[in-house]
């Protein structure tokens, strides 16, 4: 079997399960995005995901996102969005190429991003990150920050706040995790009517995220397979 093959049948396989999430939700199809996570593997792997339909891609490290997404440029109408922990130092380089940060996790995040968007001359796309259970030391503001950091986003100027992000904690379930993100955001919208994206669920609990009420899953190892240990 190709590698174009392999893709192929991947992406059959996690297109029926986002159907079937979103019927057993009584959901459209169309209410959740797929956002492929291409980090660790080849530009190549990114263009037969492009052929196959898909538009938006994810990437967690500045320095190999960069280097792809110049490499790829030649593929339009493809939205790049950064979904690791960034460090402030790194804001000027990632608005480069990143058409969203996922991540935005304090407020000195988003005034660099800010800073550096505005160098830019173009407004960028972010989503807050939050930490459902409170343990910010693996990325994400606790929920009693969300207003504060929510507010410096929509005040900047040079950032526009799309909604929130979380990764499920393995000290929760994930249903319990993305009910909370869905509240989140659901209080976000009242302020802030751009912040309308709700990003959870991955590989192994789309199904519980899309159920409450995600509008974005981030899929790796369904997609591409089990992740390479190294970039190549």
């Known amino acids: 079997m190709s590698r174009e093959e392999e893709l192929a049948a991947n992406l059959a396989e996690v297109e029926e399960r986002i159907a079937q999430a979103c019927l057993a939700a009584g959901r459209e199809r169309s209410e959740v995005m797929l956002l492929a996570v291409t980090k660790t593997w080849p530009a190549s792997d990114v263009e037969i995901l492009y052929r196959l339909g898909l538009r938006h891609f994810a990437e967690n ?82 929920v009693g920050d969300v207003p504060e950091l929510a507010g410096a986003i929509t005040r900047s100027g040079d950032l526009i706040l799309r909604g929130a992000m979380t990764v499920a904690p393995l000290t929760m379930k994930p249903a319990q995790a993305f009910e909370a993100l869905a509240s989140v955001v659901s209080g976000l919208r009242d302020d802030h009517p751009t912040a309308t994206a709700v990003s959870a669920g991955m590989s192994n609990d789309l199904e519980d995220a899309i ?18 240990l190294t970039s190549p």
């Not at 790049?80 to 130092?89: E, K, S, Y």
């Not at 001359?121 to 459902?132: F, K, N, T, W």
């Open 211 to 228: 159920s409450h009420g995600s509008t974005c899953v981030r899929v790796g190892t369904a997609l591409l397979g089990s992740r390479r």
């Open 61 to 142: 490290r500045d320095q190999e996102a960069g280097a792809k997404a110049a490499q790829l440029r030649h593929l339009e109408g493809v939205r790049w969005h950064m979904v690791g922990r960034l460090q402030r130092n790194k804001a000027k380089s990632v608005v480069e190429w990143a058409d969203q940060v996922d991540s935005v996790d304090s407020v000195r995040l988003a005034e660099a991003l800010a800073k550096a968007a505005h160098s830019r001359g173009r407004a960028l796309d972010v989503l807050l990150q939050v930490s459902i259970d409170g343990d910010t030391s693996r990325g994400g503001c606790a």
